[in-house]
């Protein structure tokens, strides 16, 4: 180690050079891996905070307009409020409850509206026993500045007022950001009479759920979508983002192989008469061998360390939003740091067995004669 840290000191710009490239990768792998994780369980979050085994939709794209409602955008299509009679009649459907979702001004503040009845207090634990008033997420209260007892001001199309009677506890996810009140107030504000956005259905018999939805998809102008579909959709997505993203943190460390590779071999070209002098004492074969292998993999774990801090740092200044609005804040987890560092060191390996053996070859006789 004394040798590794000697020529390490000696060529201080080459080992800067060499650090940094294996660092890159490695920090972009960290990144990658705590944003996929954070992504899919901030998708886990929002479906499952839906609280609903159907999500029953106009007709549309199923997946735009699922994001939609969990964003609190205008779904731009709607489902006549009259449909809920048809919807409660299919067997094994033990709740539907109706939905209007859509941005609106708050107290002159564009925020996501969410409009339903108390139904949804058997999906939601909210701490109240009837919607009468409004239920404010606890981001929304924050920006506008709100408690419970204040009045705010709803308008878009037309305009209401409501009382604020629930602060929601921080959640993280979507919830925190809509303005939750009763479905006619919603629908006078965005001038939805008699329509919805959407109808959460909940199940009486979960083993059920399947031969439900196909009752409910055969309804005219409907369809019938499990949450779980929407939630496989949007993981293979971000799926396959991530995997052009990991091609190019793929190549990002075959260069850093490559750097290192050539770092190590001029290393052995410099270094001739120190190998001379190894092998003269008597140092063997396997000794030089080792001694190159010990002084890339070194670096490399050195860069491995670096690169996770600086994928760290990376990570806490990305959005915490998806590209679709969706929160997903990065998740860490001890076994990415291992990953990372076991990457670095197989880079640090590969890249030193070329140099090793051809320091480990060199005859002493031929080698001295740098001298």
């Not at 409009?115 to 207090?121: R, V």
């Not at 404010?136 to 009382?163: K, N, P």
């Not at 915490?320 to 740091?337: E, K, M, N, Q």
């Amino acid at each position: 180690m004394w040798i590794v840290f000697a020529n390490a000191k000696k060529r201080k710009a080459r080992l800067v050079m060499t650090v940094a490239g294996i660092a890159i990768g490695v920090a972009t792998l960290f990144a990658l891996l705590a944003s996929s994780a954070g992504i899919q369980r901030g998708l886990e979050r929002e479906i499952g905070g839906l609280g609903a085994h159907i999500l029953l939709l106009p007709v549309g794209c199923p997946y735009t307009l699922t994001l939609a409602l969990m964003q609190g955008a205008d779904t731009l299509a709607y489902i006549p409020q009259d449909r809920l009679t048809d919807v409660r009649a299919v067997s094994n459907v033990r709740l539907a409850v109706p939905v209007v979702v859509g941005r609106v001004r708050v107290n002159d503040a564009m925020t996501p509206l969410y409009g339903t009845t108390d139904e949804i207090l058997q999906l939601k634990q909210w701490g109240v026993t009837r919607l009468d008033g409004a239920v404010v997420g606890s981001d929304a209260a924050s920006r506008l500045g709100l408690s419970v007892g204040s009045r705010i001001t709803l308008s878009f199309y037309a305009q209401q007022e409501a009382e604020v009677v629930r602060i929601l506890p921080r959640t993280g996810g979507r919830d925190d950001t809509f303005v939750f009140v009763p479905l006619e107030v919603a629908q006078s504000v965005l001038a939805l009479a008699d329509e919805v956005s959407a109808v959460l259905v909940q199940t009486a018999n979960v083993e059920r759920v399947a031969q439900t939805r196909q009752a409910l998809g055969r309804l005219a102008n409907l369809q019938a979508v499990p949450p779980s579909e929407v939630f496989d959709m949007l993981v293979g997505l971000f799926g396959s983002m991530a995997s052009t993203l990991m091609l190019i943190t793929g190549v990002a460390i075959v260069v850093g192989v490559l750097t290192t590779m050539n770092t190590m071999t001029m290393a052995v070209y410099e270094r001739k008469a120190e190998i001379g002098l190894l092998r003269a004492v008597g140092a063997t074969r396997g000794d030089v061998f080792r001694l190159f292998v010990a002084e890339s993999l070194w670096v490399s774990l050195v860069a491995g360390v670096l690169g996770v801090g600086a994928g760290y740092v990376v990570t806490q200044l990305l959005p915490r939003t998806t590209g679709f609005g969706l929160a997903a804040a990065p998740h860490f987890s001890p076994s990415y740091v291992g990953i990372c560092l076991l990457v670095a060191a197989g880079v640090g390996t590969l890249a030193a067995v070329y140099p090793a053996l051809m320091a480990a070859r060199m005859e002493p006789i031929k080698a001295l004669r740098a001298l």
